[in-house]
């Protein structure tokens, strides 16, 4: 999950930079290009990108991530406008991520029951299709700084679905950092950078990390990726409200709409989760759990679990 789908709501909800939309992404998009490196020079030492498929993603993303904030720009240049629209546009963004997320776990789901990850490192590179998602996650990143690691997955997900989950993270990665960094280019250029918001998000970012790190093999997996579902929806709807969207009242803010949708994703997220488990052939709880979804060689790890083996798969 890309950084800015959680970073730039909670910020925009802190109210720090002045709550100020615009200097939120920038400052945002700054600091992802400066952590995101280390991860994507680990997956390029290691070998585990698809060079070619991230040459097609970059031709589309790394142009129209300098175009979008100009396109933006263009469309409005009054303050108060583009802060309505950069929020409204980051709230729609955040519940497409949330779509996309938990659509990545069903499709992983689907590739399990299949007879697992083939894990194909080299598949035929489809152009048109990948520049397309290049170009639609260079806007949608250039304009609200959310997409790059969660869209962009689904997408790549969807058109190479023979791509190993090594492949597939390594290749994500190494095209994110240039299209976030071009992204950032641009915002910085139009909007200014706050160095006051910068610098404690780099600092900030490290220890988070470490702590993270430690904390996430004692807690759960299902419960985060189901977590990040719920959070990344209320948020979207919550920045939606606090933006004034006409549909939800301009002027108005609905708190009980907000928490309405938190306890109905709390309570709806593992019933639907469990329907779509049946429909796949699996208990409606129980192995694969949704982390088993997301490993590095998920058949081989979950055969043993599911009791199944691909001879065996109906």
Known sequence: MGGGALMTPALLFLGVGGGEAATIVAADLTAAAIYKTGGAVVHAREGSPNWQ?????MLGSIPFALLGPVILKLVTSDPDELDYVLKVS????????????????????????????????DPRIRPIPTLAVGILGGLLVGVTSVGSGSVIMVALLMLY??????????????????????????????H????GLLVPLVIGSVPGTIIGARIAPRVPQSYIRRGIVVVLTMSGVALLDK?????????ETHPFLIAGVGVAMLVLVPVIWGFL???????FMGAPYVA????????????AKVGRSPDSEG
């Open 53 to 57: 498929l991230a040459k097609w993603l």
């Open 90 to 121: 980051i709230g729609f963004a955040l519940l497409l991520a949330a779509l996309t997320y938990a659509l990545r776990l069903y499709i992983n789901l689907r590739r399990v029951r299949a007879g697992g990850d083939p894990g194909d490192p």
């Open 161 to 190: 679905p023979g791509l190993s989950a090594v492949k597939l993270v390594g290749t994500d990665l190494v095209q994110a950092v240039p299209l976030v960094l071009a992204a950032a280019i641009s915002n910085v250029a139009i």
């Open 192 to 195: 200014g950078l706050d160095w």
């Open 243 to 251: 933006a004034g969207w006409a549909p939800l009242g301009v002027d």
């Open 277 to 283: 488990r049946k429909e796949q052939g699996l208990p």
């Open 292 to 303: 088993d979804l997301e490993g590095t060689s998920v058949a081989d790890r979950l055969r």
